[in-house]
């Protein structure tokens, strides 16, 4: 798709619906806009737009919008989508959160965030897995991603350390599939 072809408002939009859908997670959301539904880009261009991501400061979804806003229409569609991602969401939450508040204590509060919280994740688990699938034929990926999983999941290691030590790992494959293919 062509740079010129994404209006400004079709950015701050669809990263509004980003945020007033995204439950639990963005990213899921962001996916599905900006890969499936609109074709700004890539399932590849995504994927390494939230790996970048992942070691940015902040929340992954914003930086995801940035990056999509900057890459179909520069510094401006980047301001557009970012806005769209906070601007209304920020009110809404910030409301949200003075009533959570007031009223943490009522147990059918905690259910229902109980139940969304596992929506959630089943959603974080169901993109990741997509986001695998252009790669299901690369055992380099599956050896990245398994130990993402073991890192994170079984070992409880922070973010960080798992995204040095897979991102270590990944460089090594890739190289090393390099110098065999040559």
Known sequence: MSACTVSLDALFIAFLKVALGGFGSGVVWARRIAVEQRQWISE???????SLC???PGPNVIGIAVCVG????GLIGAIAAASGFVLIPLTIGFLLGVLYLE???LAVLQRVLGGVSSVAAG??????????????RRSQAWIVA???????ALAKLPLLVVLLGTTSVSIVLA???AANSQ
């Open 103 to 105: 009223h943490t204590h």
């Open 54 to 56: 992942q070691f940015m």
């Open 123 to 136: 959603m974080l688990i169901a993109t990741g897995i997509r986001m695998l699938l252009p790669h299901r």
């Open 44 to 50: 590849e261009e995504f994927a390494d737009i939230l």
């Open 146 to 152: 398994g130990g993402a999983i073991i890192g994170l």
């Open 175 to 177: 190289e090393f599939g």
């Open 70 to 73: 900057a890459k179909v229409r």
